[in-house]
């Protein structure tokens, strides 16, 4: 429980939701365009994540995954 616990507590972090805002956004937006697919959504935020947090990053390409 206590590792929920410790979860809950990344995820709720300020950078942590605005990383999901922005992810879920572009996936709308990727996964809208035409001849973007999901993949490519995610290819193209690659070199965005990597001076962040790896735990951010790795929200950020989730939301932007579920987003598209």
Known sequence: MDGLAIAFDIL???PAVFAALAGVAWGIVGGA??????SIAL???LPFTYGMDPTTAIILLGATYVGA
Request: aromatic share 0%; charged share 0%.
């Open 33 to 38: 365009l035409p001849g973007i697919s999901p």
């Open 12 to 14: 709720t972090t300020t």
């Open 43 to 45: 290819a193209l935020l």
